[in-house]
């Protein structure tokens, strides 16, 4: 059984758990200046609790490909007050900050988050993983080429998975040997990765579970399903649903999306498929 620790409570992931997206960010690829005010962000929480999310992602730097740089003042000024406001609307709530920062992430854990979600798994600032160590809360390690303004032009791989594969056996070995036990992957989906790279990578995604290491897929509204589709994020639904299917077959522990009603579902129409011996 996989289970990860967030605040002394042991949660387990063999049946796979779905993580809501809250993106403080008036830039965000889908929702980006959705959630302005304190209010509509408690009514998000509240609807995606409701429906079944085990974990809510809260973002304030977006990482979509070119988007502006946000200061660490900005990003602690946009999280602060509002994972307060949270906990003391919905105490039992498990928060993840969406930070390569590890101050940000020190801050955010002192205020009362449980998880660290950090896209660059400690490559943007040599003092994350150290951080995480010692706050003691799980965390989420992304693959990803340069920053958020120049990971679209380094996509150039000589082998997508082998190269995935080593940088997460890297990754895995440091935060280890620092005392990080509870550890997620997220192979980046979108992360200086074209579209027939992110579908590459799904295909294979399976290949990503050693380590007795969970994964995370990300795959909610991207550019790969709507390009596919040839349509735009408010209309990948469906898409959505459909590769977060395929990602749950491939293993993912956890997914990661916009739209959480829809994602419970796939979660409990696998659930009893797998069941149903």
């Known amino acids: 059984m996989t289970t990860i620790n967030c605040k002394g409570h042991l949660i387990d992931l063999s049946i796979p758990k779905v993580m809501g997206i809250i993106n403080l960010t008036p830039d965000s690829f889908y929702d980006g200046g959705k959630y302005k005010k304190i209010d509509q962000v408690l009514s998000q929480v509240d609807q995606m609790l409701s429906d079944g999310a085990t974990f809510i992602d809260i973002g304030a730097y977006s990482s979509r490909p070119g988007a502006l740089d946000v200061s660490i003042e900005e990003e602690k000024k946009r999280l602060l007050p509002i994972i307060k406001k949270i906990l003391q609307t919905f105490p039992n709530s498990l928060l993840s900050i969406d930070t390569f920062r590890s101050e940000v992430a020190q801050q955010c854990v002192l205020a009362g988050a449980a998880i660290i979600n950090d896209i ?4 943007l600032d040599s003092q994350m993983m150290q951080t995480v160590a010692n706050l003691r809360v799980p965390y989420i390690m992304m693959h990803m080429k340069g920053t958020p303004q120049t990971m679209s ?12 594969q080593l940088y997460f056996a890297q990754k895995i070995s440091n935060a280890r040997a620092l005392g990080i036990h509870d550890l997620i992957i997220d192979p980046g989906f979108g992360f200086a990765k074209d579209v027939s790279q992110n579908f590459e990578l799904l295909q294979k995604m399976n290949l990503l579970s050693f380590q007795d290491v969970p994964l995370l897929a990300g795959l909610s509204r991207k550019s790969m399903i709507y390009k596919t589709l040839n ?4 209309f990948a639904l469906n898409g959505t649903s459909s590769l977060n299917t395929v990602a749950l077959l491939k293993g993912a522990s956890i997914l990661r999306v916009h739209d959480v009603k829809e994602v419970v579902e796939c979660v409990s129409l696998l659930t009893a498929l797998n069941s149903s011996h």
């Open 153 to 164: 032009s380094l996509n150039q791989y000589d082998d997508l998975l082998k190269d995935i």
């Open 120 to 123: 660059s798994a400690g490559s």
């Open 231 to 234: 349509t735009t994020p408010d």
